[in-house]
């Protein structure tokens, strides 16, 4: 029987294999997906989609479980990743800020504005 490596998944990117469980008459899949920030989503469902929407569940989950002290924590790691010192920081900061802005004024939305409301 084949197995899948999770060593072998690249960031972001999914990997599975089929297999038949020994009594049973049915395939199934095993499903492996490593973050672009390396956590390994692992599962074995009935079918490819259903493995996928798993995977977009528990990737929800995470994402909303996420704090201000994650992001805090993550731009400290990029910072020292990046070999950054504190005006980097600054400047980086305000580049991202500079593209935010020119984003809305060209009438991007975002995932957390405020929805129109009818207050009628």
């Given at each position: ?9 690249r960031h ?53 479980k996420k ?30 800020l500079a ?22």
């Open positions: 029987m084949q197995f899948l490596n999770p060593d072998k998944c972001g990117e999914e990997q599975y294999l089929f297999f038949r469980p020994p009594g049973k008459d049915k395939d199934q899949i095993h499903y492996d997906y490593l973050t672009l920030d390396g956590e390994l989503f692992s599962t074995v469902a009935a079918h490819l989609e259903q493995a996928r929407q798993l995977r977009d569940q528990w990737l929800a989950d995470r994402e909303d704090t201000w002290d994650d992001v805090v924590l993550q731009v400290l790691e990029d910072v020292k990743k990046e070999s950054m010192c504190d005006v980097d920081l600054h400047v980086a900061w305000r580049l991202g593209a935010w802005k020119a984003a809305r004024e060209n009438g991007a939305s975002f995932p957390h504005d405020p929805k129109d409301v009818d207050t009628n």
